[in-house]
């Protein structure tokens, strides 16, 4: 008995320390791979505490229009989740899925959609593949995937990168016209590189693209209408990247000294389920030391063939801000941004922009604040926005922009001003 009792116990050890080193192996093959491919995992996070003030809508009860209470609305603003790596030399991927708007107030002042639910939904944010097609040479790269078109500078930065406390609500007016969304996420390809050496005093960088606009998608159309973009830009000093890349960012933390001057362009036919749309502009961003100025504007304009209607806008923005470093570590940033929108004002213009979807009216908002960056991934924000909109010579029901209107709640509204509490964390 005591022999058996053992060997049991021999065998079991040996089958304890095979599984051991197989673990080891199997660890040790997955680490492996990872560094062959170059794998990296990374995590980011935004959350809110936003108190609102001045926000009005329609009682559900009395039907009346008026002012609800002040409130302070608590919310899981962003989080994203990537992957990318590079397991063949000059072919890159990059999957991020997201998880926004986990208990949003609809009358809160803040913009965004519906309050996520109480199982929050996962969503692909981005998915590509980007191929560099000389390790020689960084002037050609093609991407190709789901991802935002290259235009429009606060469209293409990172919402967990911008030092406002919101990203600059003009991105948003430019994606839903373009792209027919406002995450402003289609699928297509983007053909782009950047000359200049690391010697070099100038740099050029360039982007063209076709992408399937996402309506003809959700309303299927026997018409393909693809939007066309462009955008080329010169970069003064020092470049924005060491090497070409389709994301963007705006506090270099003083790593940085130079001027980006871009102009860009797009173009959309019109089908059954869309009008036809324009944009073109140009962005610039400007570091020295620690000091950052960025901002874009891009002229707007909607067309319906079948109809003869036309409207135009434009939207954009303007932000600045400095570092002051801590002899402990960490740094404070205050910072300032006006954004904007302008649409048409006169009635028959916005009946016209109305009967299309386009936007009207006039929408703009003032964020000042200060952000304390323990580091560069870890940021703790209190701002403050004011917010304005002009109905023009329509009632504000008929009013299409987010001054006037809440996805998820029936009939008009005025957003009022908030102040807000952030802290963004990524790993």
Known sequence: MFKRYVRLTF???????????AAQSDTSYLAKKLAEYKIQFSAGVQLWAAYSNGFKAIDPETGRFGDVDDRLDLQFRRSRFTIKGEPYSGLRFNVTAAVDFVGRDLFSSTEAGNNNGASPRFRIWNAFVQWRLSSKSDALHITSGYMVPNIGRESMTPALAVPSFEKAWSQNYLRRHLVGTGPGRAVGFNLG??????KNYTHVSYDFGMFRYVGTLLEPSVEFKPLVTGRIAIHVADPEWDNYSTSHKVNYFGRRNGWTFAISAAQRGSTANS???????GDFLFNR???HFDGDMHYLRAEDPATGDVADGNTGYLRAGFNIDNRKGGSLNP??????LNGSTQQNEQEAADRMGFFSGNDSAIDIGLNYHFNPQLTLSLHYTFRDGDPGDLERENVNNNYFRQVGLEGPVERGDYAGLGLIAAF
Do not use: D, E, K, V
């Open 11 to 21: 065998l079991c050890t040996l089958l304890l320390l095979a599984c051991s080193l």
């Open 193 to 198: 590189g950047m000359t200049g050496g690391p």
């Open 275 to 281: 009008y036809a749309a324009r944009a073109y502009g």
């Open 289 to 291: 030391n620690q000091f």
């Open 335 to 340: 910072t300032i941004m006006y954004w904007w």
